[in-house]
């Protein structure tokens, strides 16, 4: 069973930890990472969930993963993306664009920017996380940010923001 570490409300591990799905109590947080994959031509990766998954199954989506515990968020980014998609990234290709607090899920979240040039047919899927991928638009990935109504107004406003200076 995977663990993760319980942070405090600053983001400082607390030294314990909870095996993940564990619902935790108010003052307590976990963290996790979100990277926006996207290539030299701006378009950018999703991933489409498993079906059987808990937070929108068979949906697209960008690179989201919770850190395990003992790990950095850019270690988290790094292994997420090996196991999900068979890329292999060095740490400083990412760039690391914000942390948010979600208090209502009880979680932070790093997001990073990660600009390289993938190839769809040569991704590695494992069908228990991942069961398609496919590379969308600028315009396309700036209307899904925009109706991620499952994430916070703070959070879709800075990433659309954030997307469009790459693009100028």
């Not at 899920?105 to 040039?117: A, E, M």
């Not at 993938?118 to 109706?147: C, H, R, Y």
Request: overall charge negative.
């Amino acid at each position: 069973m995977e663990h993760f570490d319980i942070l405090d409300k600053t983001g400082t591990p607390t030294g314990r930890t909870a095996p993940k799905g564990t619902p935790l109590p108010p003052s307590q947080y976990y963290s996790g990472t979100h990277v926006y994959i996207f290539n030299s031509k701006n378009e950018f990766l999703l991933q489409q969930r498993a079906l059987h998954k808990k937070f929108l199954p068979g949906g697209w989506d960008i690179h989201c993963e919770h850190t395990m515990a003992g790990e950095t968020p850019i270690q988290c980014a790094t292994r997420g993306l090996q196991e999900e998609l068979g890329l292999t990234v060095p740490e400083s290709d990412f760039r690391f664009m914000k942390r948010f607090l979600w208090e209502a899920d009880n979680h932070f979240v790093d997001v990073y920017f990660l600009q390289t040039d993938f190839d769809i047919t040569k991704l590695i899927l494992p069908p228990n996380e991942v069961i398609g991928a496919k590379a969308i638009p600028l315009s396309e990935m700036l209307q899904l940010v925009e109706n991620m109504h499952y994430r916070p107004v703070e959070y879709r406003q800075f990433i659309l923001s954030e997307i469009i200076k790459q693009e100028t």
